[in-house]
């Protein structure tokens, strides 16, 4: 099932990532994909707030992934700088990805042969002035 969120706002985007991560359960996996600027760390730091985590979300550009920690851990990556999926087995990802944390992923689309078909996936589009058009997929097995 698909819908088609709108955001005028980095405060609107945070808003929808808060009720996103309300909705979210343990071993839960958020792909996102979208340009740069396209609101994806908005979007996570919203997640981590309707968790309840109190982290500074910040995106992980130069380690790949930080941990917030919480009663649900959150794994946040950043694919941008990756080529493929042979830094994320290096990393062991199955351990974030399979294990009972949420993980949610910017730049997604670097690591497709790893993205499970059970994902939340989140396609960012950039409109006019603020507007962000924003898709949020979730399997129907899942709901
Ligand atoms: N509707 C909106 N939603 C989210 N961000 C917005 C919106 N309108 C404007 N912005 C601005 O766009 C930028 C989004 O930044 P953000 O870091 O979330 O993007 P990103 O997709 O994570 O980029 P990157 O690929 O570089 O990690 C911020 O500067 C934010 O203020
Ligand atoms: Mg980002």
Not at 65 to 91: A, Q, S, W
Not at 107 to 133: C, H, L, M, S, Y
Request: charged fraction near 25%; glycine fraction near 10%.
């Amino acid at each position: 099932m698909t819908i088609l969120h709108k955001t005028k706002s980095q405060a609107e985007t945070v808003k929808l990532g808060e009720k996103l991560g309300k909705s979210l359960k343990p071993g839960s996996i958020v792909a996102l994909t979208g340009n740069l600027g396209a609101g994806k760390t908005y979007l996570t730091k919203g997640i981590v707030k309707g968790l309840g985590l109190k982290s500074a979300v910040r995106s992980p550009t130069f380690v790949i992934m930080n941990i917030y920690p919480g009663k649900i851990p959150v794994f946040h990556f950043d694919c941008y700088r990756l080529k493929d999926e042979t830094d994320m087995e290096k990393l062991g990802y199955e351990e974030y990805f399979y294990g009972e944390g949420i993980t949610i992923i910017e730049w997604a689309d670097r690591i497709p042969g790893i993205i499970p078909k059970t994902a939340v996936k989140v396609e960012f589009r950039i409109g006019k002035d603020n507007v962000r058009k924003i898709s949020v997929n979730v399997p129907v097995k899942n709901i």
